[in-house]
């Protein structure tokens, strides 16, 4: 039996692209012979690090991104929704209690990203769908509480969010990413033999089909699948 090809998937809840990646890489796991892994990391240390600088502060990106993603997420099927003010979601709050959260959770399940892709898929409906809060312990207790987690679960990460573990974690992650030579999310990352190939944006899945041996066949590879 052929052994699975090991895809790395970087990403934030505050980047809408990364939903696009998020949710194409979770239905194409079960098509392609791969093993997907979530990697939450924080994408404003990525492009402090990198040096990069984001879409909303340059004034034409800006424009051609609030376009962009009206016509992608028809496209590849997501229900994204630019919130009514998103550079005060995405620059002024940002997502680091989020990630520290989402980082808190995958710390519980010990290997396992059941929870880890629920509470994300979450986090994004709130923030880039239903134009909701992410900051905030109630808000990001609520989105787990939809995602299917217990109260049990949600106490644990939300206390240990901001311990020095989880917060470690998250920094090792962010600093993971750029050491692959990240700029953005998302990221995708493939082994191939002991040399990681990176992939950046929710544009690059023919290439990375090609890469893999694998065939691109749409955003949803499977037509009977549920609307999200």
């Known amino acids: 039996m052929t052994s699975k090809k090991v895809i790395e998937l970087f990403y934030d809840v505050v980047s809408p692209y990364s939903w696009l990646g998020f949710e194409v890489m979770c239905r194409y796991r079960h098509v392609w012979n791969i093993e997907l892994k979530l990697c939450p990391a924080f994408l404003g240390g990525v492009m ?51 990630m520290r959260f989402v980082t808190a959770v995958q710390e519980q399940e010990k290997g396992g990203d059941k929870l880890v ?11 880039w769908s239903e134009d909701k809060d992410i900051t905030e312990a109630a808000s990001l ?34 600093q993971k990413a750029l050491d692959y030579g990240a700029f953005g999310f998302p990221l995708l990352v493939y082994h191939r033999n002991g040399s990681p190939e990176i992939f950046f944006g929710s544009d690059r899945f023919e290439l990375l089909a090609h890469c893999i041996g ?15």
């Open 48 to 98: 402090q690090g990198s040096g990069n600088k984001p879409p909303g502060v340059v004034p034409n990106k800006f424009m051609y991104m609030t376009k962009d993603l009206k016509r992608a997420a028809e496209y590849f099927d997501v229900p994204l929704q630019a919130p009514a003010d998103p550079f005060e979601v995405m620059f002024k709050k940002g997502s680091l209690s989020a």
């Open 214 to 228: 694998e065939k691109w066949l749409g955003p949803r590879p499977n037509n009977s699948a549920a609307k999200l």
């Open 141 to 174: 207790a609520e989105a787990a509480k939809k995602a299917g987690l217990s109260d049990g679960v949600i106490k644990d990460a939300l206390e240990t969010a901001a311990s020095k573990e989880i917060k470690d974690k998250l920094k090792d992650a962010t």
């Open 117 to 127: 892709e629920q509470v994300s898929r979450e986090l994004w409906r709130r923030i």
